[in-house]
């Protein structure tokens, strides 16, 4: 079981959300709206894409990375790295 199954509704809807965002901006530049209008709803649609991110996050160390880390060994350390490597691909983004 994923650490998110118990919110997963309200996942998908977060990203139902950004997904019309999305197709909201490039109605925008199709229809030539103004540059600042357009990079204010990139701006509104990338935030609501790192709220779900960090939500993940969050479920993926209390849930994933506990248990690995409960278990003890290798398995911890690989869930310790996957971890840290998912929080610097977030940084980076």
């Known amino acids: 079981m994923n650490g998110y199954t118990g919110h997963k509704d309200d996942l998908l809807k977060r990203l139902g959300r950004a997904e019309g965002q999305v197709r ?3 109605r925008m530049v199709e229809n030539d709206q103004y540059c600042i209008d357009i990079l204010t709803q990139v701006s509104a ?3 609501a894409l790192e ?3 960090l ?3 969050a479920d993926h160390l209390s849930h994933c990375v506990a248990e690995a880390t409960a278990e003890g060994g290798t398995v911890a350390a690989e869930k310790i790295l996957e971890a840290n490597q998912a929080i610097a691909r977030l940084v980076r983004s």
């Open 55 to 57: 939500s993940l996050l």
């Open 45 to 47: 649609a990338t935030k």
């Open 24 to 26: 909201g901006i490039a």
């Open 51 to 53: 709220s779900v991110a």
